[in-house]
């Protein structure tokens, strides 16, 4: 009897449906390791994105505070208040000059920004005062 159960063992072992069984066991096993070894790939992928993307917000971050910083500062305040609203310092004195080409437009019927003048011509007329014929 126990030469009919090694027989019928060695058999089984030795057939072609065990080595199908085997050949299919091996492909599922491999199979679902290259599934995970996939998931595990995508998985650090994503990882290193989302690395990437704490660096930069981090960076972003510090940006915005010195932006905050000089925002909240004195000179900003100071600046656009100057160059938005007009405004001065007390004791401080104002000059306001008027542009070149609105003194020179005066009078004449061709505005003098559609002329092309060169640099020496516009020091000329600048220091002695007479109009662009």
Known sequence: MKKQKQSALRRFFGSRLFLILALVFAILVAFGYARAYYQDYKIK????????????????????????????SEAFV???????????????KVMIIKSQVE???????????????????????YFSHKGIN
Not at 78 to 89: D, G, H, I, S, V
Not at 103 to 125: A, D, H, Q, S, T
């Open 78 to 92: 100071e600046e656009k208040a100057r160059t938005e609203l007009n405004m001065k310092r007390p004791g401080e």
């Open 103 to 125: 003194i020179e437009n005066k009078g004449f019927e061709e505005p003098v920004e559609k002329r092309l003048l060169n640099n020496p011509i516009k020091w000329w007329y």
């Open 45 to 72: 992928e994503e990882i290193r994105a989302l690395q990437d993307d704490v660096k930069n917000l981090e960076h972003k971050k510090l940006e915005s505070m010195e932006i905050l910083k000089y925002v909240t």
